[in-house]
């Protein structure tokens, strides 16, 4: 879009250039030859009228009394009907000539150089060029600043929309003083907040069903072992049968849930999360230093993992302000090789999470802090949208830890390994 803005705003310069430019060009080349004109024009009636006086009075011609009227480098031709007499340098080829009748049978002729009045027009044509080239740069940075002005504004507002698909629900408080961008940016909010209201509702009920169907699944395998130990042959055989297909019933939930979860981290991908996690400590060591307080990096190299890079980023900035906000001390971002995960912890040494809050920290609305009481849980549902969790590890010091799925080496083919030299 930005390079549309630009071609039309330069269109229309050139076009105005054309359009305007030519008929002033030409307008000023004969204005110069008008003005040289009207000018010897003038000399030369003046010259007549006093040569008329002369011969009025019986005098004769005295072209030395008129020659201060003729312009340097100028011929002066007086016709009468006696004579013609001149007065005079040649004026070279094609001179700018005016001739002047005189009263009394006879013309005064005025012949000046017309290299003068040449040197004039190529000036006045030149400033005239310039003006033209000033005109279509002045063109070229108005529609530069309008293009920017449009276009980063569309180029945040798509973004905003990519990350939103992405799984990033936090409202955007940037506006841009364009009515119908600050509308959709506004739309994009509400949107951002009825999805993350969703997801949260999604994670809660696949929660709570499969804590439900566990706990029948459960007692459901414990009455039907209790049934298969019975004397009752019979019983004992239809028992077993039933224990077996409860069983089965487990696998199918826990292939269902598994199922569920890739279907939800579809999009991640084998990502650096050493870099990842540079690049977010980078942008928030100015935020953390504002507040009198530091922010400690411990990231090894060659962590690689399975996430979405706007979730990621999106869930360990939310964990971070969170520190600046409630937390005390330095705050430490670090990560670590786990079983088949890598773990990323945020912990800081405030007071901590009180005990009776614990169980609620990451429950939609709820805020110990005058705080809206959505970022941790929005956190937890943007780790969980990538297969991974979220858990309070310590609430005195608060320790949170993420735990992401470590990257297999079919999942990341093309991407370097690092290799240790030293054997195993």
Known sequence: MRRRILQATLLVVAVTAVVLGLPLGFSALTL?????????????????TRLDEQVATNQPLDLTAVRVAVPAGARLI?????????????PGESPL?????MVHSGSVTLAAPSSPVRTQQVQ????????????????????????RRLADPLRHVAARAARLGAGDF???????????????????????????????RERELVGDVSHQLRSRLTALHLRLDALATTDDPEMSEEASAALEQAERLSSVLDELLAAATAARAQHSEPLDVTAELTSVGDEWRDVVRAEGRSLRLRVPEGLLARATPTRLREAIGVLLD????????????????????VVVDVSDSGSGVPDPLVPYVFE??????????????????????????????????????????????????GVPWKIDPTPR
């Open 170 to 200: 936090r409202p955007d408080q940037r506006r841009h003083q364009v009515p119908e961008l600050d509308r959709v940016s506004d739309a994009l909010d509400a949107s951002g907040a009825a999805l993350s209201h969703l997801v949260q």
């Open 32 to 48: 110069v030859e008008d003005i040289t004109r009207g000018d010897l024009s003038t000399r030369a009636q003046q010259i007549a």
């Open 97 to 101: 000539v005016e001739t002047v009748s």
């Open 78 to 90: 007086v016709r009468t009907q006696q004579e013609t007499r001149s007065f005079g340098a040649d």
């Open 124 to 147: 006045v044509g030149g400033a005239v060029v310039l003006l033209v080239v000033l005109s279509g740069a002045t063109g070229m940075v108005v529609a530069g600043v309008t293009a």
């Open 364 to 413: 939609r609305g709820f805020s110990a802090g005058g705080s809206t009481g959505v970022g941790l849980a929005l956190a937890r549902a943007l780790v969980e949208a990538d297969g991974g969790r979220l858990e309070l590890s310590s609430a005195r010091p608060a320790l949170f830890e993420v735990y992401l799925r470590e990257a297999r080496a079919d999942d990341v083919l």
């Open 322 to 341: 969170n520190a600046v906000r409630h937390g005390e001390g330095p705050i430490v971002l670090t990560a670590r090789h786990g079983a088949g995960t």
